[in-house]
């Protein structure tokens, strides 16, 4: 059974202190098990609380697009210790945090989402799917039949213009006979959008990003409904591959 419950907080979300995007820094440079667990509490009540009160505040609009979003702050917020168990980089904590709204998954599946993110160099959030295999088949298929809920896609990213569409491009046109419109959403190895600030960080410090945030966000449902689509189409039957 999904858990709907969000834990409360005394206080509303008023913004991420900027001592807590500080300490998450500093953390990362001493890059020290000491110098974390002396600060542990500080780490928690300075930039992990605050996630949850966001997590809180944007929950009610967020189930509207989606009511199987898990909205349990623990099981969104990623971890200050990094896991280095597959990287050549063995820096053990991170300068930068996010969260995703998306279903329940299984262990390492990648499903569609809507993130939020706080880095020391920018902030930002986006929308985004088609990691998963078979998936970007499926997505350029409805692409190239111009299905319904692509359309609608591809209108609602456009009118959505302070988001850009992201993810890695193939180096030749996959379908060079396809509308030039297309040919961006066609070529991708994975699809998203992002909106990504690197000079005004006030939004993030006094909270004001949260509603012009969650506005684009309702306004991105359709690409989020698609990109659901080409999940559910590529786990329902074999394909043969597109690539």
Not at 119 to 143: D, N, Q, T, V
Not at 144 to 173: I, M, N, S, T, W
């Amino acid at each position: 059974m999904i858990s709907r419950k969000v834990v409360p907080f005394s206080m509303a979300f008023t913004g991420f202190p900027a001592a807590g995007i500080d300490l998450l820094q500093l953390n990362r440079l001493q890059n020290s098990r000491e110098f974390y667990e002396s600060h542990k509490e500080e780490i928690k009540r300075l930039a992990i609380q605050p996630f949850h009160e966001l997590i809180a505040e944007m929950t009610p609009a967020m189930l509207e697009i989606d009511p199987l979003f898990v909205v349990t702050p623990s099981r969104m917020v990623s971890r200050v210790r990094r896991d280095t168990r597959y990287t050549k980089d063995k820096t053990l904590y991170r300068a930068n945090m996010w969260m995703f709204f998306r279903r329940p998954r299984r262990e390492h599946e990648s499903v569609p989402c809507y993130y939020f993110e706080i880095h020391p160099e920018f902030w930002g959030f986006g929308c985004w799917g088609a990691w998963g295999k078979g998936e970007m088949e499926a997505l350029r298929e409805m692409i190239l039949k111009e299905d319904k809920l692509f359309l609608e896609a591809y209108e609602a990213v456009r009118a959505c213009p302070q988001v850009r569409l992201d993810g890695e491009l193939y180096k030749r046109p996959k379908f060079p006979d396809a509308k030039p419109a297309y040919q961006t959403w066609l070529n991708r190895k994975e699809i998203g959008v992002d909106f990504r600030e690197t000079n005004d960080f006030s939004p993030v410090l006094d909270g004001s990003f949260v509603g012009p945030m969650v506005d684009t966000m309702r306004r991105l449902a359709p690409l989020y409904r698609f990109l659901l689509a080409a999940k559910e189409r590529a786990g329902a039957a074999p394909r043969e591959a597109l690539e």
